[in-house]
């Protein structure tokens, strides 16, 4: 989803000049360091999308941030070594992101979620309370943002440096992925898209009820876990190496765990020399890992390649601390054993999956169901298949589920993740413990290195009915690359019957009819249950609208986020869009007041319209709204809610939303504007918004150095109150640091007689 065109050229060159400094300054209080930032900077410049706005390019490099960021847990610090700058070093990559968006940036909650696909309500869980922390963040880019020439000069080696673009023709799907999902999960996984299809018998679809799974003996050599030269490989299987030692009989070393990647878990892979197989008398080498007094055993998988490695010899370590590490059992005389001790790769998504031949998948046990319906995926992002199926549970129900072929697999039950080993919880509620740890669960995705693999997950607590009892759930499957090859099974299930009439239109009791500059078309009720119903009574034309899905509670997926779940999805024909999940009506409103994105063509008008809400246990109902932007002279003022983020004239609104301080660098009033309704004025460099006192109609516009402001996205640069009474209220309108020392600020009134602007710092 595009946004609007600036009227600057989009070639990198004319990008680097125009957004350059703010995007560099913003990458510095993100990374905390110089040429971090700058690569940051020149990557996000590299790959724009033609006609960027400033937004969608910050937006874009934060997702990027977040995405590649080394992991890293907030380590709790006595309270005396806890000032500011020591929250900023320790905080995870999204935290920090949404820490820079609202403590500098003053971005509004619904940005901020937008920006990292997470729930509104988890915004102010990872922005952190500390004093100072806005200040500190301000502290690193007034240090290390670079200006002037050297700033043109290196932003121009990045950007000519950064890697390449996807080949065209996968070049939709980058996109789309980069629009629709967050960038930190979607990224989090490569799928290689240029596989050769294996020719003869194997072409169709695996057969169901042949063949035998292989379960945790799956050879990994193919996914990069040989030693190279002796040594253990830096990358495999989505793991890169954090420490290597190489060990002889009799030796005890000590290994500092963990580094910048670790944030869960450590992972240990040791490779031994193996003595004779044939002599009953040698006991076979293991390793032993003591940490904080914790004995971990570690099995030896071959130097020479006998035995091995598999998922068995993937051992699970803390994510820090001093480990020390011996060798039992018997090497060979001259005999060494390597071990590798890896964290989870942030940049995994670059390195593709090894090819595989596909094998049958197995026999699907007695009273277990298939999941095996088609369903939409947003974007028709073709490495992506989706399947659907509503079940009714037992209390001992566990999800099997096959790979034949290299790629990821999530499975959510009725929105909660089955296929997470705890991080998904960790990331919205705290640590994880280490020993649930598991090298092949990612972000609610099982990474599948070798093909024919097969494992069985117990569903979460929540999920499960009562011993005893048994309830209906929806099952949810995502797979990413093998979607053909990939079978899941609901043991102890029996499918159940869902009634797929049409979505009824009705009348909301709580949504105004005019506000915000749009008019509510309608509104349908939908079970939240994932399968996708007709509308009844759909609009003309969807795609103009702007639409949003509100939910009696938060699913369970909203705090453990997994592939597209926790939102809900817009259909028609092949065509299918996300729609974004509020839990309070006030939330609809306030992200009409300037929409992230433009909307998403529908563009097959002679197939039914059909929506689908989120799974969630006991199937509530939830609200489809949809509101049509309404051109300003048509707009009635007069008979316009005001919205709940406006307030009346006279009224303390308490803190800022968008993070305004101090007193205002200027205020204007009518008397300030020349006969045309207009002044021009230069403005501090920096980051500013708005305190806006109005009444009756009118609207105003904001341009920097004649281009629209990039804090009223999608607008072209027109602010107004949408309400004729007497309301103030609060506005970004530049998040460009640095630029020209002091940018000119161009104002336009039109209609309002009595205003009072002021220009505040963020």
């Known amino acids: 989803m595009a946004g609007r065109p600036t009227e600057a050229g989009t070639g990198a060159e004319e990008l680097v000049g125009v957004h350059g400094a703010g995007l560099h300054r913003l990458a510095v209080m993100l990374t905390g360091d110089q040429a971090a930032a700058t690569r940051l900077t020149g990557l ?48 995870a990559p999204r935290a920090r992101a949404a820490a820079v968006l609202r403590l500098v940036e003053g971005a509004s909650v619904a940005d901020i979620a937008a920006t990292l696909r997470i729930a509104p309500d988890r915004v102010g ?98 996914a990069g876990f040989e030693l190279d030269d002796g040594t253990p490989p830096r990358a495999a299987a989505g793991l890169r190496l954090q420490e290597s030692v190489v060990l002889a ?89 390597a071990l590798g001790v890896y964290a989870e790769d942030p940049e995994v998504f670059q390195t593709p999956f090894p090819d595989g031949d596909r094998t049958d998948a197995p026999a699907v046990p007695a009273d277990s169901t298939v999941v095996e319906a088609e369903a939409a995926v947003p974007f028709r992002m073709a490495p992506y298949t989706r399947r659907v199926q509503a079940v009714e549970l037992g209390a001992d129900t566990t999800i099997r589920v096959w790979a034949g072929r290299t790629g990821a697999v999530s499975v959510t039950v009725d929105g909660s993740p089955v296929t997470d080993d705890g991080d998904l919880a960790a990331w919205a509620d705290g640590e994880a413990d280490w020993r649930e740890q598991d090298p092949g669960l990612r972000d609610g995705r099982w990474t599948v290195y070798a093909p ?67 008019r509510l078309v309608g ?26 899905l509100l939910l009696e509670e938060a699913p369970e997926s909203a705090s453990r986020w997994a592939p ?17 999940t509020m839990l309070d009506p006030s939330q609809v409103v306030e992200g009409l007041a300037a929409p992230w994105a433009d909307p998403f063509p529908l563009d097959d008008a002679d197939a039914p319209l059909r929506a689908t809400a989120p799974a969630t246990p006991g199937k509530p109902t939830s609200l489809l709204v949809g509101y049509a932007p309404v051109p300003y002279e048509e707009f009635d003022f007069a008979a316009a809610a005001v919205p709940e983020h406006v307030w009346r004239a006279g009224e303390d609104p308490g803190r800022s939303d968008y993070g305004l301080r101090g007193d205002p660098l200027e205020t204007l009033r009518p008397a300030d504007l020349d006969e045309d309704g207009t002044t021009v004025l230069e403005v501090p ?31 072209g640069g027109w602010w107004s109150s949408w309400t004729d009474q007497a309301v103030a209220s609060e506005t970004p309108l530049s998040y460009s640091y640095g630029g020209p020392i002091q940018p000119r600020l161009t104002v336009v009134v039109e209609d309002y007689e009595d205003f009072t602007i002021e220009l505040v710092r963020m």
Not at 564 to 580: C, D, M, S, T
Request: with cysteine.
């Open 44 to 91: 996000t410049l590299a790959h724009a999308p033609g006609a960027p706005t400033a937004q969608d390019l910050r937006q874009r490099l934060v997702r990027t941030f977040v995405r590649t960021a080394p992991r890293r847990r907030e380590r709790t610090l006595p309270t005396a070594a806890r000032d500011a700058g020591d929250v900023v070093a320790r905080l």
């Open 125 to 222: 869980r990872l922005v952190p309370d500390q004093e100072g922390v806005g200040v500190a963040l301000e502290a690193l880019a007034h240090r290390h943002a670079l200006t002037g020439d050297q700033l043109q000069q290196e932003l121009g080696d990045a950007v000519a440096q950064a890697s390449p673009e996807p080949p065209d023709r996968d070049r939709r799907w980058w996109w789309a992925a980069a629009a629709a999902v967050p960038l930190a999960v979607l990224g989090g996984y490569a799928l290689s898209f240029d596989r050769e299809e294996p020719a003869g018998p194997d072409e169709a679809t695996p057969t169901r009820a042949t063949g035998t799974a292989q379960v945790s003996a799956v050879d990994l050599t193919e």
């Open 249 to 337: 009989a009799g030796d005890q070393v000590d290994v500092e765990l963990g580094g910048d990647q670790a944030l869960f878990a450590t992972f240990a892979v040791l490779w031994c020399d193996m003595p004779p197989t044939q002599d009953r008398n040698l006991e076979t080498p293991a390793g032993m890992v003591t940490v904080a007094g914790e004995r971990i055993p570690v099995p030896c998988a071959g130097r020479d390649g006998e035995p091995a490695v598999t998922e068995d010899h993937l051992v699970t370590l803390p994510p820090g601390g001093l480990a020390t590490v011996a060798v039992t059992g018997d090497l060979p005389p001259d005999g060494e054993a």
């Open 452 to 518: 024919g693999q097969e494992r069985e997950f117990p569903l979460p607590p929540e999920a499960l009915p009562a011993p005893g009892e048994r309830r209906e759930a929806v099952v949810e499957v995502m797979a990413e690359g093998n979607g053909d090859h990939v079978q899941v099974v609901a043991t102890d299930t029996s499918p159940v019957d869902v009634d797929l009439s049409p979505a009824a239109r009705t009348e909301p009791p709580d949504l105004p009819t005019l506000v915000s500059g749009h």
């Open 523 to 548: 509104t349908w009720e939908l079970p939240a249950d994932a399968h996708a119903r007709e509308l009844e009574s759909p609009p003309a034309d969807p795609s103009a609208l702007v639409w949003s």
């Open 564 to 580: 597209f779940a926790g939102e809900g999805l817009l259909q028609r024909g092949e065509e299918a869009i996300p729609v974004y």
């Open 685 to 715: 460099a920096g980051g500013f918004g708005a305190r806006i006192s109005t009444e009756g109609k009118g609207r105003i516009r904001f341009l920097v150095d004649d281009h629209p402001v990039d804090g009223l996205h999608g607008t």
